[in-house]
């Protein structure tokens, strides 16, 4: 199933969206769909983030270097 969103865009974001699209090769709808995933994604990823933030800190990851090296 799939929706129709209408969204408002200056006229600046419009002619840089056709620009990109036309560099590309890629229908507008595609840029868009694609940037609105990322942002949710961005989302996301910031709310676990959060949750997980304290859980880290208890043991002792206070940097994302900390996270880095644990994982690696």
């Not at 699209?21 to 949710?40: F, M, N, S, W, Y």
């Not at 994604?41 to 002792?60: D, N, T």
């Amino acid at each position: 199933m799939s929706a129709t969103l209408t969204i408002r865009i200056d006229d600046a974001l419009e002619r840089e969206l056709g620009q990109l699209a036309a560099a590309t090769h890629r229908p507008k709808g595609d840029i868009v769909r694609e940037a609105l995933r990322r942002q949710l994604a961005l989302a996301r990823f910031r709310a676990v983030r959060e949750q997980l933030l304290p859980l880290a800190e208890q043991g002792g990851m206070l940097t994302d270097e900390d996270v880095f090296k644990a994982v690696s």
